[in-house]
């Protein structure tokens, strides 16, 4: 949904010395100095001292830009991995890194680029620009409770278009450069080879965090051999539509012969890093605790009970929960915020609120119940199985959490209303590589050139093809809270005929 609010923020935007020194000199290009950068996993991230390049420079010094230091990109992964505890910031800033680089690729001279690569690259560095606190915990809380400002695309949108930020696109690039930018990040999927290097299943965006995760979490594996695929990209032409030839064709990143293991390892080291890091059973569950204190706080203050949330009325999360469709509201929000708020929300009167601030403040998280591991061990796999008794058996195991979990969730909801203790569900899923016909256009795949051939990633890796999805079906219950155990397992035993 695109917003069509305005607002303003009062404060002049500060712009680097070095710049103002160069606009003083009627733009005299030699007065202006390039900008650097030292970046744990791409080293030095350098801004050049070209008209674009020094406006991207100066909307990192906006209140928006300077906004993501203090929104984690693996939110509550530091639970877990304590030294991921880096900033949207720092991601943006190495996504407009990697975006030059694949840039390069396509326009082969930096200083020919076109208006429609500058767009692209710009969109590289402002697409995470509306991410909330703890990203997307929060946009759980959106989709919950119907609130479009808790949804990143929705606010990076506005920010974008009507912003500190967009004054520094329009007043350097053009009047609708900003309206252009915004439009690239809001389709989603590519339109062209150039929007495909800002969204695609081989772009900048993945590229970087898939590197910077690993590296700031400390795992071993999921490693990607960027360099090697870096150096083995060119631009190919490849039919719009499988099917159909009359559809015409399309230019797009293609990777050579010489990468085909290195595309390969890309797909499944981003495959592992769900289980590893992204999925990992306390990040999640420090999600769900979050999820429903919002919630929670919401409700308080829907029905006229402000006082129980224990923080003062203009703290800015109550400015938000009170009025959640004006983005100055949301723009308030950050983790810094929220860890500040959890003294005050851990004295509340409301015994949720109360509970669940105090357990995030001590890490003190609800305990674990993974439905689908418990259901695979009931179902084990036995020996001389083929693929076709595997992929039975993974549609039995879904079944019956299925109906486990719908059980579940309407006898939660009733001990919800009751005012027993809460069950928090978490259920997601994961496919390894999204094919043609998810994806519907060759800008999405990861093509591979095998002699005068160009061929998709999953018709020629047999291990990219056979990949099955990840799932995960869990509950969280308190850990004192024997009845809810308890029923828990009878619903299980009752699906499995145990």
């Known amino acids: 949904m695109r917003s069509t609010q305005s607002f303003s923020i009062p404060d002049e935007v500060e712009i680097s010395d070095s710049l103002i020194a160069g606009r003083a000199l009627g733009g005299m290009s030699s007065q202006v100095k390039s900008q650097r950068i030292r970046d744990p996993l791409h080293n030095l991230i350098e801004f050049d001292v070209d008209q674009f390049e020094q406006t991207m420079w100066r909307v990192l010094q906006t209140r928006p830009f ?14 877990v991995f304590p030294g991921a505890t880096h900033s949207r910031f720092a991601h943006s800033v190495g996504v407009f890194h990697i975006a030059r680089s694949l840039m390069t690729i396509i326009e082969r001279d930096p200083s020919k680029r076109t208006h429609q690569s500058h767009v692209a690259l710009a969109a590289a560095l402002v697409h995470d620009l509306g991410h909330g606190m703890f990203s997307h915990s929060f946009e759980d809380v959106g ?15 506005a920010l974008i278009r009507n912003s500190e930020v967009s004054e520094v696109f329009n007043s350097e690039l053009g009047r609708s450069f900003s309206d252009e930018v915004a439009d690239v990040i809001r389709i989603k999927k590519p339109g062209n080879l150039i929007d495909s290097v800002v969204s695609s299943q081989f772009d900048a ?20 051999d960027a360099t090697w695929i870096l150096a083995n990209l060119e631009v190919g032409t490849v039919p719009l539509n499988a099917d159909e030839e009359s559809a015409g064709e399309v230019k797009t990143l293609v990777l050579g012969p010489k990468a085909f293991h290195a595309a390969e390892h890309y797909v499944l080291s981003l495959f592992q890093l769900y289980p590893n890091v992204y999925l990992h059973k306390t990040t999640r569950g420090a999600e769900k605790i979050f999820t429903s204190l919002i919630v929670r706080l919401h409700s308080l203050i829907e029905s006229g009970h402000q006082s129980a949330c224990g923080l003062p009325d203009l703290h800015p999360l109550m400015l938000f929960l009170s009025d959640p469709g004006k983005i100055e509201n949301a723009i308030l929000l950050d983790d810094s915020v929220f860890w500040g708020s959890l003294f005050f929300l851990s004295q509340a009167k409301d015994r949720l609120v109360s509970e669940y601030a105090t357990r995030l403040q001590t890490r003190r998280l609800l305990k674990c119940i993974d439905l689908r591991r418990m259901i695979e061990g009931r179902t084990p796999i036995r020996r001389g199985m083929t693929i076709d008794d595997r992929r039975e058996r993974e549609a039995r195991i879904s079944l019956s959490v299925k109906s486990i979990l719908k059980e579940l969730e309407e006898r939660a909801a009733h001990r919800k209303k009751t005012g027993g203790h809460e069950i928090l569900i978490d259920e997601y899923r994961r496919s390894p590589y999204k094919k043609f016909q998810d994806s519907q256009t060759p800008l999405n795949q990861i093509l591979i050139r095998k002699g005068n051939e160009i061929e998709d990633m999953a018709h020629l890796s047999s291990v990219v093809f056979g990949a099955e999805s990840f799932e995960i079906s869990r509950v969280y219950v308190s850990e004192d809270d024997s009845e809810g155990k308890s029923m828990i397992l009878q619903i299980i035993d009752k699906s499995t005929g145990e």
């Open 66 to 79: 300077q906004r993501l230091r203090r929104i984690r990109q693996l939110g509550f992964s530091e639970f």
């Open 143 to 157: 989709k919950q409770l119907n609130l479009p400002m808790a949804i990143h695309e929705n606010v990076s949108d």
């Open 205 to 224: 965006d993945r590229l970087d965090y898939m590197q910077r995760d690993r590296l700031m979490t400390g795992i071993q594996g999921s490693g990607v």
